[in-house]
């Protein structure tokens, strides 16, 4: 045997996904990354993301999950969790006791959320005070155009929905930054100092109303917004309006082979594990879909992934099938479908580039995520990752291996760990991400389009 044949046989040789798919595949691409970027522009919160899945759910048969549901093959139920976070599922032909096929991943990005006593003028501006949600740089956020999306429910008991900044028609709202003029000191402090936390400050509008007082541009603020919404000032204590980056995906470069927008991390993976569950018809195991709320804070609360609503909906379906919970969950395996980095060379001292992915190899398998010594990590088994590897190659999906940056560099976190405490075998996949928790992020068509794949090959495995 040849050196070039050892090689071959005996070597590993990643391959840029183009040189791999056919001009049909690209052609399904291209309306997949359609459709995920119509998601996109309507869903930059997990509340809206949520109301879309269940209207989208509806739309294809499934309906709410009931204490009496039967659970037969071909089933398709959904649990809404208070508006922030959903489950669904398409009941396999086989029984719930030879366990699940999971897919799970979250609906929250990093923002600036509405403090609950935020509006107060100073110098007769306006200002919304704000704390922010999530691992963010805080400098990135002031000049950049913001809208405001949520939700209030006023001292009467009704809710209203806010939704301003997103209509050709609509203002903006913005933080502003100090002129590079007379930013001397400022231009001194570390980035983490550049902006402070109590500087992201959102501009709500400088006109007085008329009359006489003070506060005069506050009280004007206020009165537009009880004209649009009904609302008055102590209703802010119970809602919950965020800021985010106002505007559309955009695709990028000449190519258009990129998609820039808000919150790709990680509506690209939730939005891939829909996609797949809505083209089933009646998988072997039963096949569920896990979009979860307050990832970026720890997978916390009533909405998050630690919370006991999926043992509540997968409960429920057990115990349709009079099968144990316990056991069905010991059978079972996860994808915990969240994004990795992308290799960027203009930061290439902070990644290992054998082990990190790279736009357009496709979905990357993480085999552990944490911080230093692998901390916060579920450490995917040798078994775990072979299983990965082998449903993807037998469905033809184009993947890549990859780990958070080099060792002691950072790290960062999944719902892997939490699915894994539930004694279920966890893995984490995802697309590949440059400038991941920005304003705008970045990501590789291709890289969307074999996500779903993915995701579509672990529910059928």
Known sequence: MTNDELRQSLLMEAKNGYTRISS?????MESYCKDYMAFMDACKTEREATAWAVAEAEKQGFKPLTANAQAKPGDKYYLNNRGKSIILAVIGSESLAKGANICAAHVDSPR???????????????????????????YQWPTVPLALHGVVCKKDGTTVTVT???DDSDPVLMVSDLLIHLAADQMQKPAAKVIEGEQLNVILGTEPIEGDGSDLVKLHIMKLLNEKYGIIESDFLSAELHLV??????EVGLDRSL?????????????AELAALFALDVPAKTAVCILADKEEIGSVGVSGMQSDAFEYFMDTLCDAQNVKLRECFANSFCLSADVSNAFDPNFAETCDRRNNSKLNYGVSICKY???RGKGGASDASAEAMCHVRTTFDNADVIWQIATLGKVDQGGGGTVAAYMANRNIVTVDAGVPVLSMHAPLELVSKLDCYETMLACKAIYLA
């Open 369 to 371: 995520t944490g911080s």
């Open 112 to 138: 600036m959320d509405v403090k609950p006593n935020p509006m107060y003028e100073d110098s007769e501006i306006a200002y919304f005070k704000t704390h922010y949600y999530g691992g963010i740089k805080k």
């Open 24 to 28: 049909a595949q690209r052609a399904e």
């Open 245 to 250: 980056p106002a505007g559309r995906c955009r």
């Open 259 to 271: 998609i820039a927008a808000y919150g790709h991390d990680d509506r690209v993976c939730s939005y």
């Open 164 to 166: 301003v900044g997103e």
